[in-house]
T-cell receptor, first 113, second 112 residues
């Protein structure tokens, strides 16, 4: 039972480059979330999805885009990487939303230089 | 503004002690509150989820309480062990917010 799988685990980007962070879950969860965690801080919501084809912005969506073409996958795209996007990115899922526990991946550590 | 605060930011205790971690929130209208554990370089592991209608939840040596009227939750860890060393975060789902608001966490060190 893999749960929530994030790839890659680490990445270094140059300013202005683009990349996609991958997230997949095998629990048939409808709700999926992308968070970022800066050092010593809690998590801030970037985007979330309540099902395939439906996405919405969280607290800090600027500079990011998402898509949800299947129940299993929820990729996060950075179009023009900036140093302020250096962070650890976590993907999470839950079965029916905020009244159910969230299950997290191990994160992607991203540095923008 | 709906905020979640965890104090202290760090806590160090000797092995075997019982301890309490605190989480406070600014709005009593919540759906639920969730406690997580985060090990260095890892994701978050859900420990306990307390619905707004509940007063407490227990799992093994862990007991989480919820007092909405005072805007507080505590995570009680009994007979602490070095393996309990980690960062503990609480997340509150405020009513009408549609998302979780996280505290910054308390980093616990249990010394052998």
């Amino acid at each position: 039972n893999a749960g929530v799988t994030q790839t890659p685990k680490f990445r270094i980007l140059k300013i202005g480059q683009s990349m996609t962070l991958q997230c997949a879950q095998d629990m048939n969860h409808n709700y999926m979330y992308w968070y970022r965690q800066d050092p010593g801080m809690g998590l801030k919501l970037i985007y979330y999805s309540v099902g395939a084809g439906i996405t919405d912005k969280g607290e800090v969506p600027n500079g990011y885009n998402v898509s949800r073409s299947t129940t299993e996958d929820f990729p996060l795209r950075l179009e023009l990487a900036a140093p302020s996007q250096t962070s650890v990115y976590f993907c999470a899922s839950s079965s029916t939303g905020i009244n159910q526990p969230q299950h997290f991946g191990d994160g992607t550590r991203l540095s923008i230089l | 503004k709906q905020e979640v605060t965890q104090i202290p930011a760090a806590l160090s205790v000797p092995e075997g002690e019982n301890l309490v971690l605190n989480c406070s929130f600014t709005d009593s209208a919540i759906y639920n509150l969730q406690w997580f554990r985060q090990d260095p370089g890892k994701g978050l592991t859900s420990l306990l989820l307390i619905q707004s209608s509940q007063r407490e939840q227990t799992s093994g040596r862990l007991n989480a309480s919820l007092d909405k009227s005072s805007g507080r939750s505590t995570l009680y860890i009994a007979a602490s062990q070095p393996g309990d060393s980690a960062t503990y975060l609480c997340a509150v789902n405020f009513a009408n917010a549609g998302k979780s608001t996280f505290g910054d966490g308390t980093t616990l060190t249990v010394k052998p």
